[in-house]
């Protein structure tokens, strides 16, 4: 199970403070304070949530999860926010395929929340499509299975025919033999 989430803003006291509120969570926190640092270390993280403020002024949270989403798609991205503008917000939904937003000031519960729905999402995704492949795999393995069955019975029907075949040519010659002989004892008699 992947229990790692980053958290993403330029502002430090908001990074101790979700730092603090994660202390006795079953959750490792890693928090940044550049969107361009964060970036660097996720390849090696490998989180399963990342947490970004949107108004950060190295790079804006929708680029920074726009990133994520094209680098490591099955990360779950969850916007912090503290404006309501709509129009940003649209464009961070369609550019990041953010899971939920958060709004500034945020309760620790909806963020605890939202952290841990966005970490079982994850674990799903993953579940599934380890699954998914493990279907595949055996789904391939009984095609090649059935195919070499398929091969085995039309060797076996070809022998069945070719044995049929020579059973009824046996038979006819047995027959003709045996037709053969009773003539020779009818003609045998009537001598």
């Known amino acids: 199970m992947n229990n790692k989430v980053v958290f993403?803003?330029?502002e430090k006291p908001i990074l101790d403070s979700i730092t603090r509120a994660f202390r006795n969570e079953p959750y490792k926190i890693y928090a940044f304070d550049d969107p361009a640092t964060a970036l660097e270390e996720i390849h090696v993280i490998k989180p399963a949530v990342v947490i970004s403020?949107?108004?950060m002024p190295a790079m804006d949270g929708s680029e920074?999860?726009?990133?994520?989403?094209?680098?490591?798609?099955?990360?779950?991205r969850i916007m912090l926010t503290g404006h309501s503008?709509?129009?940003?917000?649209?464009?961070?939904?369609?550019?990041?395929?953010?899971?939920?937003?958060?709004?500034?000031p945020w309760s620790k519960a909806e963020l605890k929340m939202s952290v841990k729905?966005?970490?079982?999402h994850f674990n799903l995704s993953m579940e599934n499509k380890q699954m998914s492949?493990?279907?595949?795999?055996?789904?391939?393995?009984?095609?090649?299975?059935?195919n070499g069955l398929e091969g085995r019975l039309r060797s076996c029907l070809t022998d069945v025919e070719e044995t049929g075949k020579k059973y009824k040519e046996l038979n006819r010659r047995l027959q003709e033999t045996l037709t053969a002989i009773l003539t020779?004892?009818?003609q045998a008699k009537g001598s």
């Open 184 to 186: 020779d004892i009818e």
């Open 85 to 104: 503008d709509i129009d940003a917000t649209i464009t961070v939904i369609n550019k990041g395929h953010i899971f939920r937003f958060i709004n500034k």
């Open 117 to 120: 729905n966005g970490v079982d």
């Open 8 to 10: 993403v803003d330029d």
């Open 53 to 55: 403020d949107r108004m």
């Open 133 to 146: 492949r493990a279907i595949k795999q055996k789904h391939e393995a009984l095609l090649a299975l059935n």
């Open 64 to 76: 920074f999860l726009e990133k994520i989403r094209i680098r490591w798609p099955s990360v779950v």
